[in-house]
C-alpha cells in the first residue's frame, strides 16, 4: 500500500515460468486507474485511486528500477 497524493496499491504475483507473465499481461482485462507489467520472476499490477499522475509515474517508475537492479 502506498499513501502520498493520493493511494496505491501494488500487487506482486511469482511466477512459476517466465511465459506466463507474457500470458497474464496479454488476457489481462485493462481496468481505469491500473497498470500491469511482467519481469522474469513477477507479474506486478498497480491500482491507484484520487492520484496526481506524476506521482503515480514516479512510483510505477520506482517500482520498475527496483526490478531492474534485481536481474
Known sequence: MYEGPGTA????YELTATPGGLEMVQRWRPAADTVVW??????????WQSADRAAVG?????????????K
Open 9 to 12: 496499491t501494488v500487487e506482486l
Open 38 to 47: 511482467y519481469t522474469p520472476r513477477y507479474f506486478v499490477v498497480v491500482k
Open 58 to 70: 514516479a512510483l510505477v517508475r520506482s517500482i520498475e528500477k527496483q526490478f531492474q537492479e534485481q
